[in-house]
């Protein structure tokens, strides 16, 4: 590792172990945005992150299996919860889904809030959550129950009028140490430094994605940049909707609204009502995870996948089991 990496990895140990001044904490966070924050500085952050995490206590087997659907947030689109309705559309087909998330800090629904609209309960503790992963392929981790060292730190974060690290770290600190992933990041110029902070971090397989619209998500409006990691092989290439089948829609078309609204869009997704843009966006971000799940060849193979768990109902069954098993927890 660099001299870079290991500066940072010092700093962040004093930042989570409360030992900065507040004052800096804020100049430290605020000098790594105006620079630029670097892959090796991401790596470093995560790891201390992770260490000072409370984790999800599972077998090494399953552990490996394990992908998360998850974006940074900060797009501003307005858009439903598509990560989380990917997430159980996943869990639906096989793959085996950690998907972890917090309340809404930018948008009007966050992945906490619309999973507890739609009756899964987030108040379980790690020993249960991995009950919930064992038994149905599907757990939440909430992150504020994950990460105690984040009480000190979110008054500064709040404090500062912009983004930092933390809105990269949060989707990279799972705590339950999955190895797959199909990361969005607010900003295309993001996706090459997470990209080579997951190489860095040893990730299995993953897919960083923004659109040229500006979504942290593959976009069903415009063209997606991606970039994907297989061991250490980093390659880039870009998701037309359009060379899949998929009709571009305005990003109006898949706007949400608070939790229950987005419940509601992402039962009817999953029991198979909506046949619209929003179902599209998901198939194709279900499509792409899959193939970072090395569970599909291709983006084709993927989204016949996904639209086959959706119309045979299986989508709805897994939604249903994972409901009834957290509450039973």
Do not use: C, W
Request: proline residues 3%.
């Amino acid at each position: 590792m660099s001299k870079r990496y290991d500066e940072a990895k010092s700093k962040f140990e004093k930042l989570f172990r409360n030992q900065l001044s507040e004052n800096e904490a804020r100049t430290f966070l605020i000098s790594l945005y105006e620079r630029g924050e670097q892959a090796d500085e991401i790596a470093a952050a995560v790891e201390v992150m992770q260490s000072h995490s409370i984790k999800l206590e599972i077998p090494q087997s399953l552990q490996d299996q394990l992908i998360d659907v998850v974006g940074t947030g900060g797009d501003k689109s307005g858009s439903f919860n598509i990560s989380s309705t990917v997430a159980i559309l996943l869990a639906s087909t096989g793959s085996r889904v950690a998907k972890h998330g917090n309340r809404s800090i930018t948008s009007r629904s966050g992945s906490a809030d619309m999973l507890e609209a739609l009756g899964i309960r987030l108040d379980l503790d790690p020993a249960r959550q991995a009950e919930l992963l064992e038994e149905t392929g599907f757990t939440f981790l909430f992150a504020q129950n994950h990460h105690p060292a984040m009480k000190h730190i979110m008054p500064i974060r709040k404090s500062i009028p912009h983004r930092t690290i933390f809105n990269i770290l949060g989707p990279l600190t799972n705590p339950a140490g999955v190895q797959k992933y199909l990361m969005g990041v607010f900003s295309r110029d993001y996706i090459s430094p997470v990209v080579e902070a997951l190489k860095l971090l040893k990730t299995k397989s993953a897919i960083v994605v923004s659109s040229r619209d500006g979504m942290d998500e593959i976009s069903i409006s415009d063209v997606t940049f991606a970039s994907g990691l297989k061991g250490d092989r980093v390659k880039s290439f870009e998701i037309d909707p359009q060379a899949y089948g998929f009709k571009l829609a305005p990003q109006e078309a898949i706007l949400g609204g608070e939790a229950k609204e987005n419940a509601t869009i992402t039962r009817d997704i999953l029991e198979n009502r909506l046949k619209d843009a929003k179902r599209d966006i998901v198939l194709l971000n279900a499509a792409v995870a899959l193939t970072a799940d090395e569970r599909a060849r291709d983006i084709q193979e993927g989204i016949e996948i996904a639209k086959e768990s959706l119309e045979s109902g299986q989508a709805a069954q897994k939604l249903a089991q994972i409901i009834e098993v957290s509450k039973k927890l």
